[in-house]
T-cell receptor, first 114, second 111 residues
Framework: EPEVTQTPSHQVTQMGQEVILRCVPISNHLYFYWYRQILGQKVEFLVSFYNNEISEKSEIFDDQFSVERPDGSNFTLKIRSTKLEDSAMYFC????????????FGPGTRLTVL | TQLLEQSPQFLSIQEGENLTVYCNSSSVFSSLQWYRQEPGEGPVLLVTVVTGGEVKKLKRLTFQFGDARKDSSLHITAAQPGDTGLYLCAGARNTGNQFYFGTGTSLTVIP
């Protein structure tokens, strides 16, 4: 069964460093998302991406964040200068046909900022 | 901000008991999803409901979408230890839009 994959599973970085989180969505899906979940808190939306551009973003997704779909298969989230409060699980999700309203989530990347 | 409230937040029951988890909002959603999440893993989709009043069954799990599409419930019959996990509801306004996640219900089924 097709699934969303994410790498790495765990990333440790120093405050101020750049990180790139990678996702491979389900191959025929059209909509892509990043969410984060701080430990013990609920899942929060960051950004959605469709037709090679951002379609929606939350207040969390400030200038430090960017997304790309560089090669038609990977979907990346970049954090330019990490802060301690960026430590969280980051989930990628993808959605297929219009009207499906079903987002499938990857296993997540645990980002730890020291 | 769309807000989905789940209740109860924590639930601990004996194996074989029945339980219901609620997901409520003051906002209308075009669809509502239920996910189950294990510690350190991503949410796994259980079901999507799209029509007001819709009822879907997945083995011992019964999901209902409220008539006004503002709320939903998850009922588990004869709970088993394997049902232990975090249950999340998430609402969407339209395809391609963000999901608004509920606060979660942590279920523990004691053998």
């Amino acid at each position: 069964e097709p699934e969303v994959t994410q790498t790495p599973s765990h990333q440790v970085t120093q405050m101020g460093q750049e990180v790139i989180l990678r996702c491979v969505p389900i191959s025929n899906h059209l909509y892509f998302y990043w969410y984060r979940q701080i430990l013990g808190q609920k899942v929060e939306f960051l950004v959605s991406f469709y037709n090679n551009e951002i379609s929606e973003k939350s207040e969390i997704f400030d200038d430090q964040f960017s997304v790309e779909r560089p090669d038609g298969s990977n979907f990346t989230l970049k954090i330019r200068s990490t802060k301690l409060e960026d430590s969280a699980m980051y989930f990628c999700a993808s959605e297929g046909l219009a009207g499906a309203n079903e987002q499938f989530f990857g296993p997540g990347t645990r980002l730890t900022v020291l | 901000t769309q807000l989905l409230e789940q209740s109860p937040q924590f639930l601990s029951i004996q194996e074989g008991e029945n339980l219901t988890v609620y997901c409520n909002s003051s906002s209308v959603f075009s669809s509502l999803q239920w996910y189950r999440q294990e510690p350190g893993e991503g949410p796994v989709l259980l079901v999507t409901v799209v029509t007001g009043g819709e009822v879907k069954k997945l083995k011992r799990l019964t999901f209902q979408f409220g008539d006004a599409r503002k709320d939903s419930s998850l009922h588990i019959t004869a709970a088993q230890p394997g049902d232990t996990g975090l249950y999340l509801c998430a609402g969407a306004r339209n395809t391609g839009n963000q999901f608004y996640f509920g606060t979660g219900t942590s279920l523990t089924v004691i053998p």
